[in-house]
């Protein structure tokens, strides 16, 4: 098990930005595709972003794409997601999510998450 916690979340204005970081301890962080979701009230978790376990190839849900880019630092076994031109829509919980196994494909829907963190809010204001 990988234990992850999310930190950078909060209040931004429509066309701000906000950094996301997601800290990980546990099995070895550099094996596992990372990913992050998000979640939003009344409405199923959705897949963000992902990057695969060496950080050669990242991969973003069209809502983001463009705005945001995600990153990882293996060496301080930590995840990012930048993000930019902030809309209300994106007002949501942000989960930081693992993959199923070493090696593996990247996470691009909850049943392929080995290990979740617990999220962190980010609202964006009109």
């Known amino acids: 098990q990988v234990q992850l916690v999310e930190s950078g979340g909060g209040l931004v204005q429509a066309g701000g930005s906000l950094r996301l970081a997601c800290a990980a301890s546990?099995?070895?962080?550099?094996?596992?595709?990372m990913g992050w979701f998000r979640q939003a009230p009344g409405k199923e978790r959705e897949f963000v972003a992902a990057?695969?376990?060496?950080?050669?190839?990242?991969y973003y849900a069209d809502s983001v794409k463009g705005r945001f880019t995600i990153s990882r630092d293996n060496a301080k076994i930590t995840l990012y997601l930048q993000m930019t031109s902030l809309k209300p829509d994106d007002t949501a919980v942000y989960y930081c999510a693992a993959g199923l196994g070493p090696y593996g494909r990247y996470p691009s829907s909850p049943a392929e998450v080995g290990d979740w963190g617990q999220g962190t809010q980010v609202t964006v204001s009109s």
């Open positions: 546990g099995r070895t962080f550099s094996n596992y595709a």
């Open positions: 990057i695969s376990w060496i950080g050669d190839n990242a």
